[in-house]
């Protein structure tokens, strides 16, 4: 399974932005997608995540209020919805894969996205 991240850009604090997430190969559909971040300095933090069937979501606590996650299956594509960025909202931006039960365990996952930076400007 491959996972082509993309949408990220300069977005001034406030406004939103939403990142997109492809999947490609074989049983794609198969695996959980989350998505991580990681500012420089910083540990890679769980986002939030979507079962395969596109059913279930979880969020970061700190994050639900403003992130979105969602699913197309038919397109294969995972998006990450998000508005009223602050400022430490900036980072490098990753999807991955892997099982529901382990998705928002960094070291448990099964495939990375390359990453999508977010820069968030005052």
């Known amino acids: 399974v491959q996972l082509q991240a993309s949408g990220g850009g300069l977005v001034q604090a406030g406004g939103s932005l939403r990142l997109s997430c492809e999947a490609s190969?074989?049983?794609?559909?198969?695996?959980?997608i989350g998505w991580f971040r990681q500012a420089p300095g910083k540990e890679r933090d769980f986002v939030a995540a979507?079962?395969?069937?596109?059913?279930?979501?979880t969020h970061a606590d700190s994050l639900k209020a403003r992130f979105t996650i969602s699913r197309d299956i038919g397109e294969n594509m995972v998006y990450l919805q998000m508005n009223s960025l602050k400022l430490d909202d900036a980072a490098v931006y990753y999807c991955?894969?892997?099982?529901?039960?382990?998705?928002?365990?960094?070291?448990?996952?099964?495939?990375w996205g390359q990453g999508t930076q977010v820069t968030v400007s005052s």
């Open positions: 991955a894969g892997g099982s529901w039960r382990l998705i928002k365990v960094v070291s448990r996952i099964d495939f």
């Open positions: 190969g074989r049983a794609a559909n198969k695996y959980a």
């Open positions: 979507i079962s395969p069937s596109g059913s279930i979501t």
